[in-house]
């Protein structure tokens, strides 16, 4: 498909070079050739006045072939540079072709990725599920307590394809809250990292992890309930991903025009060859497929609702150290606390 798409632009680019190629070769073809004919009716007049004035001196100065064989050999030069056009201009279409449909093709190939994906961690819930029933319809005598355990195992799936179908509605739903700038307001981050904090305190307090806080006062213009979901994100993963008894820090320090948060743990950590992936969708290290539960759509949110704040995030991690995420955004003011 690529191909074929790289080959009709390249057609295109084609198309347009040579008609204004041909356009010119054509006007400039018209006037050398208006000027040898002039050219041509000159030397006529001076060879009938020769004829009759034989005495005077002056012969005439070219030949009426040569002047057509100038205007023969103009024609054939632009036709042959018409023709280099066409071989110049190809190749540079077909170039330019790709590099212009590169980023489609890059955006398609993640937009098909990320549907195979979907499918695949919808497949198992959904195939669960049916095994089940199917399994239980063929019992003759079901009794309660079978069927109450089928339920509350259908119940467990059906709330996985819940979170799962939740999740992906979230990744559409960023795009467009921000496009339409819905929500948009003056907010003040500190309030918004301690209501993340309260949302993930009862996940910490079972594995006696504590939260500390120590924040700047700075104000960002944003989608509250956003920017509460994206450190909630950020918390639940440094939560999930540490040991019982550690810690995590949130911290926030102004500079002149941005505000740098830092969200630090003392977790598993993510190696070197993981870290450049865990911001792409459904990306999970193999060391967390097996411990956590999750489909790894949290940090590729947490990323768009940033981006779509004019943020950036970036992540520095030592394995069995810890991990920590710098979340930067354009602050609107801010003063030191
Ligand atoms: P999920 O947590 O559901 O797997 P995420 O997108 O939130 O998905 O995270 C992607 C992957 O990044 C996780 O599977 C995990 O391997 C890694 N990760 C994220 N946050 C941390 C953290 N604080 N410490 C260690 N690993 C992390």
Known sequence: ???????????????????????????????????????????????????????????????????????????????????????????AGYFLAGVTLRPIKLMVDEQNDFISNASHELRTPIATLRAEMEGMLLEKNISDKEARKLISSNLEDLGTLQNLSDNLLKLARIHNVASSQEGMEKVSLGEIIKASRKKVLALAKKKTIAISLNLSKSTVYGNKDSLVEMFVILLDNAIKYSPSHSKISVTSENSSDKVKVLVADQGIGISDQDLPHIFERFFRADKSRSKTDGYGLGLSIAKNIIESHRGSVSVSSKVDQGSVFEIIFPLISHSVC
């Open 1 to 91: 498909m690529f191909q074929s798409a790289r080959l009709k632009l390249t057609a295109w680019y084609l198309l347009i070079i040579m008609l204004v190629s041909l356009l010119f070769s054509a006007v400039i073809y018209n006037n050398v050739s208006r000027q040898i004919e002039r050219l041509m009716h000159m030397q006529n007049d001076r060879i009938r006045s020769f004829q009759f004035k034989p005495l005077e001196k002056e012969p005439p100065l070219i030949s009426i072939e040569e002047l057509q064989i100038q205007k023969l050999q103009l024609f054939y030069t632009l036709l042959f540079v018409n023709l280099g056009i066409i071989v110049i201009a190809g190749g």
